[in-house]
């Protein structure tokens, strides 16, 4: 089931960008494994993937222990301040930057265990109450104050969509994030890039290639439907 699952979803992102004429190398598939059994994580594995997405710390910290070292591990949930030190040397990347004092944390810890961090800041692109991130208008102020940060490295934004029936109406949403990229890449800030647009889930991914997506983050779609607590 999941090696079908990948398989379609695969060939989702070809065609997506065949008609947005884009490089399918240019985008990487995370696979949101949240809530799911290790075996689950090997079929995919078996399957080919080398990304997964977690969005619970300690639960990232226990699969990244049991499951092969090539794997690439992303963090992409809300991320606390004191749970910073169990990741730092073992995520690929951390997409969920949303505040300076994250960054800060994320900087010292990286200072401490000698490494540098990949991160992404994250964008709340509705400015939706209920999720996390920081405004549009607030996006250059924020990256230009992680950017002097030691051990850290800015490289693009992620965006989490509202959730919505019909895909399109969140491409208003994945378009500003490319801009928003593209605004920031040309104030050639110090340290920063924005090589990397993590954007599009199980519901809207394909519309998020077509808009430039480089990280689509698909769970349900791979997986199947999550049975929180199970893990
Ligand atoms: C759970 C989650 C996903 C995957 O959601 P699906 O709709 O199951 O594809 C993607 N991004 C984030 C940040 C998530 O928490």
Redesign the pocket.
């Known amino acids: 089931m999941i090696r079908e699952n990948l398989n379609r979803v695969r060939a989702g992102i070809e065609t997506a960008c065949e008609r947005a004429s884009r490089e399918p190398s240019e985008v990487t598939l995370i696979a949101?494994s949240?809530t799911k059994p290790l075996e689950d994580l090997q079929e995919a594995y078996g399957a080919g993937v080398r990304d997964f997405?977690e969005?619970k710390v300690q639960e990232l910290v226990e699969k990244a222990a049991a499951m092969p070292q090539d794997i690439r591990w992303h963090m992409?949930?809300h991320l606390q301040r004191n749970k910073v030190k169990y990741i730092v040397d073992k995520v690929w990347m951390i997409h969920s930057v949303d505040s300076l004092r994250l960054a800060e944390e994320i900087s010292r810890e990286a200072q401490k265990k000698q490494t540098e961090v990949r991160i992404l800041v994250e964008v709340n692109a509705a400015q939706e109450e209920s999720k996390f991130g920081v405004s549009p208008s607030q996006t250059e102020e924020l990256v230009r104050q992680i950017a002097v940060l030691p051990g850290i490295r800015i490289c693009g934004l992620m965006t989490?969509a509202p959730f919505v029936t019909d895909p399109e109406e969140n491409r208003k949403y994945f378009k500003q994030l490319k801009k928003l990229a593209v605004d920031i890449e040309g104030k050639n800030i110090d340290n920063v890039s924005m090589n990397f647009l993590s954007m599009g889930?199980?519901?809207d991914y394909l519309v998020a290639v077509e808009e430039g997506a480089t990280f689509v983050?698909?769970?349900?779609?791979i997986f199947g439907e999550?049975n929180y607590g199970a893990f």
């Open positions: 949101v949240k997405g969005n992409i949930g989490i889930m199980t519901g983050r698909v769970g349900t779609g999550r």
